[in-house]
């Protein structure tokens, strides 16, 4: 399977940068589940470019619902998004077609197709497919919310500065995010964050940065010891979207330096329920879910389109060339990649709980 | 699917570490791969605990091969290797049916298999299970060999303590360390490593490490824009090995302090071929190989078995208790892993090649 | 996975008989395969309504591609294809909500969407859904005939009339096959049947009938021992078109009656390859293509919308009541259903040929 | 996928018939399921060769659980059964080598393995591999037995001799069918089916013949419009056994020959649920199960090891040639064929019950 991920509940995305129109299916989410157009809209805009920080380029990213949803609900049976593209300028990418952009997919994707991929603007392989995600992923997590199951993805890092953790208070702080069109949990981050774009943006340049995405109110009893593990389905659905290098779990890298003593997470009973002093596992032990908040963070790469001269190569005679990129780019796309792994993450959850629980869970009245 | 992975080529796992076999079956492997049992056996004592720096359970872990071989070759259908359990101490493990093992799967296995699981050190959960799978990649390994592509391992950090990284002499390094019994590319760090796993050891307690994994002679043009990216299936499969809490591909959470100028690869010719001037991107470009090599690190959590009291909940009352743990366990695990990854990756690559280039090519002439 | 099947070439389906728009995504077939927007539009108006055997809804059925294709050919990513639904008299429906036709997936619908389903039409249970299938499948019959691969499927019986079976000039029948828009192999057959279904339609009643598909040219040693035989994948695919009841391959059900020695089918050798005197396996020994035709009977049952009161259940307060069917049906699909079994096999063998041989085989010289 | 089927529920099997054990490994079923060591065996006999209308090869056919049971219940993680082959005669099959015996798999065998596979006796596409999945399906047929459901074939016709269909007393038949060694309704049939046998036997031939199965109290609401319509599972696992050459459901291909007034099934009231008047549709509509008896029949060609001399090919120079086949094999195979489909349609039906249900469905208490 390619383009299609999931089991009881998968989504399949389609499209191209530059082509007609871009879109998803999303399929096996129960019967029942309200589909909210507004919140689809509103977690669209989130994904959207946002003025001197983003592109240029600007889509209306209105999506069309054309089947699965019936009297304002889902029917259960496929959903299928489609957004239009309207503001390609595809004159910019002539060259593309033989000198492969650094850091992009070009040269991978001619060795793969053949030069038979559509490269005007990235393709498929384009930040832009994740449109679809956003609107898919928009449902699952109305659906989950329902179920009292929460995400946020905050900036926790961007060019080197610094947001807080998440606090005790992470109900407070998803709730925050949510609304957010910069996503930051300390207010005080956003303006050196974004004159870091900026500043990138001025140079030519673009800067990346690490996103830390929360679950919370995940039941426990979730996952598998083999060979899908929550962290590996939840890495396999993140290391799919554009740029991502990195997916840790917990402390994830800075449990390699700790001793067993200061990384087990002790249990204590709380209110009829086993829950950890410590959350170091990010509510995730031998690949099943623990009942405490699901921690994730994400390395994003900064965005190769640059405007600076670079190296590469004339696929035409294999000769050694310059580029210098055209078109319009994101000198960051962190603030928009959040709405991004809160989709996915949404629906990665979502097909674990329909497996786990059966196909109507997320419409049970328990 | 819970314990196959792949498609083309596929593993299950099966097995618990005080149960009566552990094992693997290997399916879809091309017809006509030499398969040498003593390679097998080389890979098993890679994994086996060695000396003070292990757990004092000895097991032979001799492999029988009950299928899919015949006249010293793969047939191309299904290869069973089996591995009796012979060492078990199972008397140690009673209180562990009702007390949950801070770090350990023991409570969200309770969770996921309303107490039937088998919970004898670990049971399914085990590190020991990874027995399984280091036989089937060993024959995936050798596979690989023959077609001019080559994985290797290394102890990158351990107790805080740094082996130095792959050099421009990636084809010694990976010769190295396929013959050695503590995976370390510079030999003076490996009298400080054991003696940091000693130390742990001697305090009752563990440590954890990160490794680093590099792929030499993979072809360019394998894996997927979406959702199956090189970086997905990896991770997929090795957030499933026991410990693993995070997973990078080349410069990985570094990237994200870098700019784009810093991190884009340029491109150059060379030879006839394209290859990039630096490796940030870790030989994997939209998901895609690049024919750069490939390098992964992966995050390995400190052993959760440790001999500290530690907090935990008495699941028959749900009271708070202490729990101090008995049996014989590894004060590290990271040594014995890296041929787990080597083993891991082998299998995912195999699939992915089987997948692009058809079941025959691991056996092909070209 | 529910509306998506395949492995390597895979599709997904979506739509409603009522909804805004049906369609389907085609994934993973090669790259550079020409597109042919005519012959798509031809399979479409064979799939059409036709005069008075078939239902009075009439859709332009123009096949949007929004995806997945660039200068006239696949890029190898996912192909899009939308239809626009145009023709619907939902207003017919509105006692099905509570109604359950008999012969039809009503009942079953609201036993597993609890309500929730589109019953309008039939909602995604609708026949109408295989326009999709049918655009999807017109790309593949293209890509597999450019690889000297053919397909047809005829009405071997309808309302009991019977067609003549294949002849020794296999490749006379096919070619006859792709241009009739009644596809029968005996001319003087077309006339007694048609009117066997203006009979059942004047009577307010349908028939059924059998198709017979023949793939000729497709190569030996495509497909599984277990569990992914030949049979078992076009079989999966075939009984998920709606009416399909039974499937056979070659001989199929008459094979039950004979000894060994008459089923056996004998090898001769034939200009430097192998081929059997008889084709009673239909071309596939052990789950695996023999390199003969490929030989597939399929029973579609009549169509169970009928305009005779019928008795059924009223779900509101489960009370036998009657039900006589309003809105436009067909007295007969067969003619219709033809060329879905030839696009769904078509997608199917793409998918094994891909998966046997790799994702450039339809594309590659050889 | 090749030799694993079942997405939450999953049986992979392997083995070749010469070569050291076959077996299986059954994932996915619920914790707490009892395993009865005796009734698998019971189940294992049944599909035991038995006297002068089988094989003389004798095989114990023990079955070894080596993991994913523990206090005599599943555990829920991957359950291994193991039976060592015994009694191979490998000397009998050194022609086979490079004369592929009519009927059988082992051209087809040779033009997909190249010549790697065991051709001994078959190897991996050898009946004797039904036996790991009648193991694994004992297991998923005590646990379905548990919920109400029950499942039971006869040999509805043998060689040309007819068994009486099932009657109204269908939880009769199925409990006289279970304790039966020649599983046949109407006893009279037996003797006379028996010398059908024995006498093709006595002709060094051998017969065919149709199996009918029926499941009963499965609920509604199992199933999916598309792709995995419950006739589409079922088929596709049913296919995958030896011999199998036709699937139907229902009336299946008598439903050609009806009209829709005939074959349409009304729906009734009935104790606060809905049946259907007939079931001509056997238990299915749009591929959802309709809490009506499923009912299936299953063409099995006669056996295509005989003993007259048979034209085949010498691979080694292409040269006709003819071969009498030695060995010792089965005259029918209808008779053991009964338990593999009754343990194949478990597996499947609770590989459904548990996507539709959620994984503890099995073991709840409701």
Known sequence: MKNTFGSSVSVTI???SHGTAIGAVLDGLAPGVPVDEEFIAHQMDLRKAVGSISTARHE?????????VFNGRTTGTP??????????????????????RPGHADYTAMMKYHGQQDFRGGGHFSGRITAGLVAAGAVAISALKAKGITIGTHILTCG??????????LAGDIAKLADSDFAVLDDSVRAPMTARIEAARNEGDSVGGRLETAVMG?????????????????????????AVKGVEFGDGFALADMTGSQANDSFRSSGGTVRTSTNHNGGILGGISSGMPII??????????????????DMRD???TTLTIKGRHDPAIIHRARVVLDSAAALVLCDQLALRFGTDWLVSEQ
């Open 60 to 68: 209306a990213d209105k999506v069309r619902i054309v089947s699965g």
């Open 296 to 313: 994730i963070r994400t390395a994003i790469k900064p965005t190769p389109s640059i405007y600076k001269e670079q190296d590469t190569v």
């Open 218 to 242: 995940f039941p426990a009893g979730v996952g598998e010891p083999w060979f899908d593990t929550l962290e590996s389905v939840l890495s396999h659905m993140f290391f799919s979207i554009p």
């Open 14 to 16: 389609f499209g191209e």
């Open 160 to 169: 080197g500065i610094c947001d807080r953790q998440f606090s005790d208070d």
């Open 318 to 320: 294999m000769s050694d």
């Open 79 to 100: 959903i299928t998004f489609i957004i239009e593209n309207q503001d390609q300028h595809s004159r910019d990418y002539g060259e593309l077609a033989y000198k492969a």
